[in-house]
Nanobody, 125 residues
């Protein structure tokens, strides 16, 4: 059974930093592309960042580029998202996702096979 468990969400003031992490089990993490998505209240889920397994290529949405950094540790089966210079519009539930069959870095949710339960990130102004 595949499990993706996010942690590290919380509350922070605008301009601050947070790091969210995702621990994976039940899948071959070292050959899975990992992604982060987010969903704010009343809005559709949107892509945030992804990192592939083969050569750690990364991809970011324009809204977070230069502020967020995705990384992975294949030895620990974890993927993390370091979020700096946070803005109120970054407030959302952040979801970890795994794509087990692609070495690309897709930004579309349908490409991902497994999803975590999400962790809340709240940025106050």
């Amino acid at each position: 059974q595949v499990q993706l468990v996010e942690s590290g969400g919380g509350w922070v003031q605008a301009g601050g930093s947070l790091r969210v992490s995702c621990a994976a089990s039940g899948l071959t993490f070292s050959t899975s592309t990992m992604g982060w998505f987010r969903q704010a209240p009343g809005k559709e889920r949107e892509f945030v960042a992804a990192i592939n397994w083969r050569d750690f290529i990364t991809r970011y949405s324009d809204s977070v580029k230069g502020r967020f950094t995705i990384s992975r540790d294949n030895a620990k089966n974890t993927v993390s998202l370091q979020m700096n210079s946070l803005k109120p519009e970054d407030t959302a539930v952040y979801y970890c996702a795994a794509d087990k069959s692609n070495y690309g870095v897709s930004s579309t949710g349908i490409s991902y096979d497994y999803w975590g339960q999400g962790t809340q990130v709240t940025v106050s102004s």
